[in-house]
């Protein structure tokens, strides 16, 4: 068992693998945008950064291989990309799960993103061992995920499930708690360094 954690980890952590990652994801992102442009095209602009929540968590992910192919650690980048990847990736999942729930239906579309999403949180957590951030990251990574919440529940700026509207107080109420959990996650990660540094 040992061995195979040991094969899969350096899998994971060669040079043309993780440019393969990062060339999916940079892909991904891309699109992300993409499918964000008809909510982007009726926000206000100082919301912008903001709204495409999934996109721009894989961004950070971006930044982070990056880093890593040169050798470097970005820990800013590292911290948001575990905890919005995380985040938005179980989010979304259940955001699917809950319109198939009401319309009895998903569609090839729905079902991507289901897919598409799960894998997101799923890479997050396979890259752990990788991070290197500290404190002082986790901190302003709670900071922006906090805020973001407040951006999308209390201004409005939420991703579009018009068929999810009624329930929009109570999607709120668990995109906060979940929030929580991965900046929690974030924290305990961080812990695993033997000497606790903020930065």
């Not at 990062?22 to 919301?47: C, K, M, S």
């Not at 939420?158 to 068929?163: C, D, E, I, L, S």
Request: charged share 10%; with cysteine.
């Amino acid at each position: 068992m040992q061995t195979f954690f040991v094969k899969s980890w350096y899998l994971l952590t060669h040079r043309a693998f993780l440019t393969l990652v990062l060339i999916i994801n940079f892909l991904g992102t891309i699109y992300g945008y993409y499918w964000y442009q008809g909510q982007l095209a009726v926000t206000d602009p100082i919301f912008y950064i903001f709204v495409p929540d999934s996109p721009t968590a894989s961004l950070f992910f971006c930044l982070a291989v990056v880093g890593w192919l040169f050798g470097k650690h970005f820990k800013l980048m590292e911290v948001l990309a575990l905890i919005t990847l995380v985040k938005y990736g179980l989010w979304a999942v259940v955001m699917n799960m809950l319109t198939l729930a009401e319309l009895g239906s998903l569609g090839a579309d729905g079902w991507m993103l289901v897919f598409s999403h799960f894998m997101m949180a799923v890479q997050a957590i396979l890259y752990i061992p990788k991070y290197a951030f500290r404190l002082g990251h986790v901190v302003i990574g709670a900071v922006w995920t906090l805020h973001n919440d407040v951006i999308d529940y209390v201004f409005g700026q939420m991703p579009t499930y018009r068929v999810l509207s009624l329930y929009a107080a109570d999607i709120g109420y668990f995109t906060f708690w979940l929030s929580i959990a991965c900046i929690v996650l974030a924290y305990t990660v961080s812990r695993r360094r033997k000497h606790l540094q903020v930065f």
